[in-house]
């Protein structure tokens, strides 16, 4: 129970923190962090895919890389992790 609301304040604070980009990728972090607590649940007490959980933390660990390295090129491009600042069309 505290980890399907967990993730439902997870998903809430992904969706408002769109102004800047960190706190976004925090909020996501934490989403991952949950579904995989999640994931690792149902592995343990109904089915057998482990090898499943390996490859989502995997999975997690690039998309946490690859959100920092874009933070890094933006914060260089633009000087600040602010979204009112950027253009979508731009980047």
């Known amino acids: 129970m505290f980890l399907l609301l ?3 304040i997870f998903m809430i604070s992904f969706v408002s923190k769109r102004k800047h980009l ?6 996501l ?4 962090l949950m ?5 690792y649940y149902l592995a343990i007490f ?7 959980i390996l490859v989502f933390l995997t999975l ?3 998309e946490g ?5 874009l933070l890094v090129v933006i914060v260089r491009t633009h000087g600040s992790d602010h979204f009112n600042s ?3 069309l731009q980047c």
Do not use: K, W
């Open 35 to 39: 579904l995989f607590g999640v994931i």
């Open 6 to 8: 967990s993730i439902f």
């Open 46 to 52: 109904y089915f057998s895919f482990n090898n499943f």
């Open 29 to 32: 972090e934490g989403l991952m």
């Open 86 to 88: 950027m253009n979508s």
């Open 60 to 62: 997690t660990a690039c």
């Open 65 to 69: 890389a690859l959100g920092l390295s």
């Open 22 to 27: 960190l706190a976004t990728l925090l909020s």
